[in-house]
Each structure stands twice: as structure tokens, then as C-alpha cells.
């Protein structure tokens, strides 16, 4: 059984660049949500996928979108990039039930330059 | 909005020698969670505690959670240095539109010397 998987590991880009993030929940999964870390900081949650919408958003701007697709899988988009935006972007899948566990992936690392 | 904040920050410890953090929400917490991540590493699930007054025991590891479901601590015994890492808390809020979303502390760095 294949845990959450993510695409790609790393990534470099330049400012103003535009960058797509994708995710694989866990088997039997049907949330997910996004998540980024910056170096020596706690995850911070960006937003949150359940039946192919965006059900909860954190503090990020509108740069920052994303979709989810019949097959639970997710994409992270993110426009304009700006050099604060390099980080580890963490997937985190659970079923929907809001007591379940969150179960990461191994996260992209994206260097904006 | 809700904060989780955690301390201390840094931990230095020699091998054998024990190592506690604590973890502190501004609202009360509809359970509590805490994560390790590893240098290079991704958070990874340890336990998860639900009830008032909750603790639970993984080999060295005790964690704790308040009466108030507040404040929540990870307490090692006689570290080892398979025990290197971050330790996350991260709150899930008791009620309200943020429900299902982990509120993460800022860690606390272990490190022990052999």
C-alpha cells in the first residue's frame, strides 16, 4: 500500500516563474491538504481539498491555487514566484473524517531564485 | 487567530539524559498530534491524543494532554541518538470553520550528543 506520494522531490525556479506541485494521498483517502515549511518553521497549512473543492484556505494569497481531481489526487499551483516562497511543500492525506490521522508525504523542495 | 506555541525551540542533550517539550494552544483543541521529522525528512505521524487528561506511552516516549485540552507535552526518557530531530505538535480546533486543520507549533530541534 503506497503512501502519499509527491512530485517532484526538488525544483529550482526563478522569480516571477510559475510552478505546478503535485500529490498522491494514501490509499483510501479522499482529503487532502497542502502544506508549507519554511526552513526551521513549523508546516503552515495553505489550503484543503475534499470532493474536487477547496474547503479550507489559510493565510496565502491568491498566487497560491490548487485542484483536486476524481481520482483524489491534487495539484499545487503557484504563480508570480517570489524568493519567499522557496520552502518544502508537504501533501497530507486523511479520510474525511476530521478525527482521522494526516498522513505527509515526502514533500518538494522548490528554490526560487 | 489560533496559535500553538512551542518550547524551547532548542534542545541539547547528552545520550541518556531526559528531554521534554511543551506545547501550548490559545483555544482549546479538539485533540492534539505530534510529529518528527528528521534533517532532510518529512513530519511524521506519532501519536494523536483525544481526550481530556489523555496520556499515552510509545517504549521511551510519554505524551500528555491537558485538562483544558490546551496544552499537550512530549516527554523522552534517557535519549538516544536515534532520538535526533523535530518535534511538532499540531492542534486541530475544537469547533468552528478551522475544523480539520492542523494548527503546527514551531518545533523543538533535538539534538543529544553520544
Known amino acids: 500500500d503506497a503512501g502519499v506520494t509527491q512530485s517532484p522531490t526538488h525544483l529550482i525556479k526563478t522569480r516571477g516563474q510559475q510552478v505546478t506541485l503535485r500529490c498522491s494521498p494514501k490509499s483510501g483517502h479522499d482529503t487532502v491538504s497542502w502544506y508549507q515549511q519554511a526552513l526551521g518553521q513549523g508546516p503552515q497549512f495553505i489550503f484543503q481539498y475534499y470532493e474536487e473543492e477547496e474547503r479550507q484556505r489559510g493565510n496565502f494569497p491568491d498566487r497560491f491555487s490548487g485542484h483536486q481531481f476524481p481520482n483524489y489526487s491534487s495539484e499545487l499551483n503557484v504563480n508570480a514566484l517570489l524568493l519567499g516562497d522557496s520552502a518544502l511543500y508537504l501533501c497530507a492525506s486523511r479520510s474525511g473524517q476530521i478525527q482521522e490521522t494526516q498522513y505527509f508525504g515526502p514533500g518538494t523542495r522548490l528554490l526560487v531564485l | 487567530g489560533q496559535q500553538v506555541m512551542q518550547i524551547p525551540q532548542y534542545q541539547h542533550v547528552q545520550e541518556g539524559e531526559d528531554f521534554t517539550t511543551y506545547c501550548n494552544s490559545s483555544?482549546?483543541?479538539?485533540?492534539i498530534q505530534w510529529y518528527k521529522q528528521r534533517p532532510g525528512g518529512h513530519p511524521v505521524f506519532l501519536i494523536q491524543l483525544v481526550k481530556s487528561g489523555e496520556v499515552k506511552k510509545q517504549k521511551r516516549l510519554t505524551f500528555q494532554f491537558g485538562e483544558a485540552k490546551k496544552n499537550s507535552s512530549l516527554h523522552i526518557t534517557a535519549t538516544q541518538t536515534t532520538d535526533v530531530g523535530t518535534y511538532f505538535c499540531a492542534g486541530l480546533r475544537d469547533r468552528g470553520s478551522t475544523l480539520g486543520r492542523l494548527y503546527f507549533g514551531r518545533g523543538t530541534q533535538l539534538t543529544v550528543w553520544p
Open positions: 483555544t482549546t483543541l479538539s485533540n
